[in-house]
Structures are given as C-alpha cells and as structure tokens.
C-alpha cells in the first residue's frame, strides 16, 4: 500500500485517539490521521478533508446514526471499535489496540491502491 491514506479517528477519549494518531503516523509512512473527539468535530473535518477511512468509539457512532449514513455515502470505510464488549454481526475491535493490531487493521482493509 503505497498510495497516501487520510484516516478520521473518532473517539471522545483524547488521549487514546492521540496515541492512535501517533502510532499510525509513526508506523506508516503513507498514512496522515485526524482526531475527532465530538460528533460535531466530525462534521467539520468530513467538510475539510477526504477520508479512506474512519477508526470511530462506537459510544460515538452509536450517538449520531445520520454520521455514519455520510460515512457510507462518501464511501469511506468505517471500522468501530470499544472498550466494552458488545453483542454485534460486524467486527468490532476491542479498546485498547496495540500499535502492530492498528496497522495490521488498516493494511488489511481495501483502501485506494
């Protein structure tokens, strides 16, 4: 994956979406991260930026259903994550992730080539 990869990390635990931000951008040379920590920081960076993907808090997601239909009218690739576990069909990760769990997860996702 050598094409650049702009990722939406949104979760309301700052600290937590940093040190996401950090290891994505230290750990891949081709990725640039975003934190989001509130639905409406959310709007605004979806009306600044481009995304290929978006790591969001469920707790987040759950909160505002009318984001996650933009995130799928973009067709940008959504993976949740929590830190409490969660009866659900689709895969969700479980807080907290370590540094080779994240890039793994996005070097395994089908993002732009």
Do not use: C, G
Request: hydrophobic residues 45%; glycine residues 0%; charged residues 25%.
């Amino acid at each position: 994956m050598n094409t650049p990869v702009s990722i939406l990390i949104v979760d309301t635990n700052k600290v937590f979406a940093k040190s996401v931000k950090e290891v994505i951008e230290k750990n891949m040379a081709n990725a640039s991260a975003h934190v989001a920590t509130n639905i409406w920081e959310v709007k605004r960076r979806l009306e600044e930026n481009t995304y290929d993907l978006v790591l969001a808090d469920l707790s987040v997601a759950m909160d505002s259903e009318d984001i996650l239909n933009e995130f799928t009218q973009k067709d940008i690739t959504v993976v949740q994550w929590s830190a409490v576990q969660v009866a659900t069909d689709s895969k969700l990760w479980r807080k907290p992730l370590t540094s080779m769990q994240l890039k793994d997860l996005v070097q395994s996702l089908p993002l732009p080539a």
